[in-house]
């Protein structure tokens, strides 16, 4: 087998595809939370706080001086950073605990044995009879 074959085979397997797939959708749902995050739940708390942009919080370690730029340590960048992890990781913890207990009921669906059709039950009495003559 030569290895374009080999890699043809491999690129077109169900995981790799499905792996890309969940990438992309994935790249698409953090921007969702991120725009969420930023744009609804942020404004709100910044508000309650008297106004406060998260995105604008820092520390000064180095006044700008001489054309340099100013060293900021941006905790307020990492604060909201923090809280669209939180609520991506809830919303996919979410996702997963739904997709987990479709999956329990299917299983439970397959694994429960359905009542034989009627006329295999007549059959199999007619044979219980024909046995005991």
């Known amino acids: ?11 077109v397997r ?5 792996m890309a797939v969940g990438i992309i959708i ?11 995050v930023n744009d609804v739940i942020l404004p709100p708390i910044g508000l309650m706080m008297g106004g406060v942009d998260f995105s604008d919080l820092n520390f000064v370690l180095k006044d ?7 060293v900021t340590l941006n905790y307020g960048s990492f604060i909201q950073t923090v809280i669209d992890f939180t609520i991506l990781a809830f919303a996919i913890f979410m996702m997963i605990k739904w997709l987990n207990s479709l999956k329990k009921k299917e299983a439970a669906a397959l694994a429960a044995p359905s009542a034989p059709p009627r006329e295999q039950v007549l059959l ?10």
Not at 14 to 18: A, L, Q, Y
């Open 14 to 18: 169900g995981n790799v595809v499905d």
């Open 64 to 70: 700008a001086a001489d054309g340099a730029v100013a």
């Open 124 to 133: 199999e009495e007619i044979r219980d009879l024909l046995k005991k003559k």
């Open 26 to 36: 994935g790249g698409a749902f953090g921007k969702i939370v991120g725009s969420m």
């Open 1 to 11: 087998m030569g290895i374009i074959s080999e890699f043809r085979d491999f690129a």
